[in-house]
């Protein structure tokens, strides 16, 4: 509480793991409710309604984000272009993408089509109206799976 000391185990702090975030072009997802799962935080981000997202597919392998990370959101940090950004739309589908314009109407985000025959993925970009987008969130932590 003082700031001083170890942390114990009961005073750690973790962040609401939301659900599973694909990662493609069709395949947004509907993000699972947190209930009682959460992950560990690290101590300095302080976003009171911070939560983690693991990614799911390979949209955002170019990008660093392999199937199985842990995506650290914070939705209180305004997202600026070419962050990673976790996105959900009106009807409740969310992916993680990143943001590449932003104007007063809409938003452009980029993925990669499926690796090719020689793991190569091209890239594409999607433009969203901001009216139909519940919310979006900077990326700010990635953690690898283990």
């Given at each position: 509480?003082?700031?001083?000391?170890?942390p114990?185990?009961?005073?750690a702090?973790?962040?609401?793991?939301?659900?599973?975030?694909?990662?493609?072009?069709?395949d947004?997802?509907?993000?699972?409710?947190?209930?009682?799962?959460?992950?560990?935080?690290?101590?300095?981000?302080?976003?009171?309604?911070?939560?983690?997202?693991?990614?799911?597919?390979?949209?955002?392998?170019?990008?660093?984000?392999?199937?199985?990370?842990?995506?650290?959101?914070?939705?209180?940090?305004?997202?600026?272009?070419?962050?990673?950004?976790?996105?959900?739309?009106?009807?409740?589908?969310?992916?993680?993408?990143?943001?590449?314009?932003?104007?007063?109407?809409?938003?452009?985000?980029?993925?990669?089509?499926?690796?090719?025959?020689?793991?190569?993925?091209?890239?594409?970009?999607?433009?969203?109206?901001?009216?139909?987008?519940?919310?979006?969130?900077?990326?700010i932590?990635?953690?690898?799976?283990?």
């Amino acid at each position: 509480m003082t700031g001083h000391g170890t942390p114990t185990a009961d005073s750690a702090p973790t962040l609401p793991l939301v659900g599973l975030a694909k990662c493609g072009l069709r395949d947004w997802f509907a993000p699972a409710t947190a209930n009682a799962l959460r992950t560990a935080c690290p101590t300095d981000m302080t976003d009171p309604d911070g939560f983690a997202v693991m990614a799911v597919g390979t949209s955002m392998q170019p990008a660093g984000i392999l199937e199985g990370f842990l995506c650290l959101c914070a939705p209180n940090t305004p997202a600026v272009v070419d962050d990673v950004v976790y996105v959900e739309d009106a009807t409740g589908v969310a992916s993680l993408k990143l943001l590449k314009k932003e104007d007063a109407d809409y938003v452009w985000l980029q993925g990669w089509l499926p690796p090719d025959d020689l793991d190569r993925q091209k890239p594409y970009i999607e433009q969203r109206r901001k009216t139909i987008i519940r919310r979006m969130a900077p990326v700010i932590y990635v953690k690898r799976k283990v």
